[in-house]
C-alpha cells in the first residue's frame, strides 16, 4: 500500500518492504479522535483510505478546522521531529485506514533514507506556506471573502460547472474560516437566493463566478 503515497515515491520495493515492516494497519470508524492535541507523540499516522479532519478547540469547546487530509497524506509526524507533544486534534470524517509507524521506527526510516526526510521538508514547507495564507485571509478578509474564497478552493470542475464533492454542514464552514454558524448561513441563503450557488443532495454546486463583495 505504501508505494501509492507521495512521501515515499522514489524508493525501490526492497525499501518499500523494509518500512512497511515496521508498520501495522489500523481502521477506524467515522467521528473517531485518532489523536488529542496535547497527548504525548508516539506514532506517524499515515492515510490509506478514508478522510480526516485537524482541528483545534478552545476551553469553551469552540472548533476551528485548520486542514483536511485523505488517502496519500499523513500526520502525527512535527511532533515527532521536535518531540513536543500533539499540536492539534485529528478526527475520521468517514471510515478510515491508516498504516501506522512507531517513533523509533520513523526515526530510523529518516535516518536511512535521506530522500525521505526531503520530501519530509518539501511537504512541510508546503504546508507552512498554506497556513500562511490562511492568516492572511483571517487577517484581511472579511467573513464574506473567507466563504467565497473556501467555497472557490475546495471546487473541482464537473461538466463546465464547478462541484464541490465533500458534503459541507454550515457548520463546516464556519469552523474552517473561524465565524459563527449564523453569518455563514445568511452568506450561503443570499448565494443561493441570487443564483451563484445551488444544493444538489448536500453538495454545493457554483454556477457562476461569486460577486467579489457581499
Same mark, same amino acid.
Given at each position: 500500500?505504501?508505494?501509492n503515497?507521495?512521501?515515499?515515491?522514489g524508493?525501490?520495493?526492497q525499501?518499500?518492504?523494509?518500512?512497511s515492516?515496521?508498520?501495522t494497519?489500523r481502521?477506524?470508524?467515522k467521528?473517531?479522535v485518532?489523536?488529542t492535541?496535547g497527548?504525548?507523540?508516539?506514532?506517524?499516522?499515515i492515510i490509506?483510505?478514508?478522510?480526516?479532519?485537524?482541528?483545534l478547540n478552545d476551553?469553551?469547546?469552540?472548533?476551528?478546522?485548520?486542514?483536511?487530509?485523505g488517502?496519500g497524506?499523513?500526520?502525527?509526524?512535527l511532533?515527532l521531529i521536535d518531540?513536543?507533544q500533539?499540536s492539534?486534534t485529528?478526527?475520521?470524517?468517514e471510515?478510515?485506514?491508516?498504516?501506522?509507524i512507531a517513533?523509533h521506527?520513523f526515526?530510523?526510516?529518516?535516518a536511512?533514507?535521506?530522500?525521505?526526510?526531503?520530501?519530509?521538508i518539501?511537504?512541510l514547507?508546503?504546508r507552512v506556506?498554506?497556513l500562511t495564507d490562511n492568516?492572511?485571509s483571517?487577517? !484581511?478578509? =472579511?467573513?464574506y471573502g473567507r466563504?467565497?474564497k473556501?467555497?472557490?478552493g475546495?471546487a473541482?470542475?464537473h #461538466?463546465g460547472? *464547478?462541484l464541490i464533492e465533500?458534503?459541507?454542514?454550515?457548520?463546516?464552514i464556519a469552523?474552517r474560516?473561524?465565524?459563527?454558524r449564523?453569518?455563514?448561513?445568511?452568506? !450561503?441563503? =443570499?448565494?443561493?437566493t441570487?443564483?451563484?450557488?445551488s444544493m444538489?443532495?448536500?453538495?454545493i454546486?457554483? #454556477?457562476?463566478m *461569486?460577486p467579489k463583495h457581499?
Amino acid at each position: 500500500m505504501l508505494d501509492n503515497i507521495p512521501l515515499f515515491s522514489g524508493l525501490n520495493e526492497q525499501e518499500l518492504v523494509h518500512i512497511s515492516q515496521h508498520a501495522t494497519t489500523r481502521t477506524y470508524p467515522k467521528n473517531t479522535v485518532i489523536i488529542t492535541e496535547g497527548d504525548p507523540a508516539e506514532t506517524l499516522y499515515i492515510i490509506i483510505k478514508g478522510k480526516v479532519k485537524v482541528l483545534l478547540n478552545d476551553e469553551a469547546g469552540k472548533e476551528v478546522i485548520i486542514n483536511c487530509q485523505g488517502p496519500g497524506e499523513y500526520f502525527g509526524e512535527l511532533a515527532l521531529i521536535d518531540e513536543a507533544q500533539r499540536s492539534a486534534t485529528v478526527i475520521t470524517m468517514e471510515t478510515s485506514t491508516f498504516s501506522v509507524i512507531a517513533k523509533h521506527s520513523f526515526h530510523d526510516i529518516l535516518a536511512n533514507n535521506p530522500s525521505i526526510a526531503l520530501s519530509l521538508i518539501r511537504d512541510l514547507t508546503q504546508r507552512v506556506r498554506v497556513l500562511t495564507d490562511n492568516v492572511k485571509s483571517l487577517a !484581511l478578509m =472579511d467573513v464574506y471573502g473567507r466563504v467565497a474564497k473556501t467555497l472557490l478552493g475546495m471546487a473541482t470542475e464537473h #461538466n463546465g460547472k *464547478l462541484l464541490i464533492e465533500d458534503k459541507l454542514t454550515q457548520q463546516d464552514i464556519a469552523s474552517r474560516i473561524g465565524a459563527s454558524r449564523e453569518m455563514v448561513s445568511r452568506i !450561503l441563503k =443570499d448565494l443561493e437566493t441570487g443564483g451563484y450557488i445551488s444544493m444538489k443532495h448536500k453538495h454545493i454546486v457554483i #454556477n457562476e463566478m *461569486l460577486p467579489k463583495h457581499y
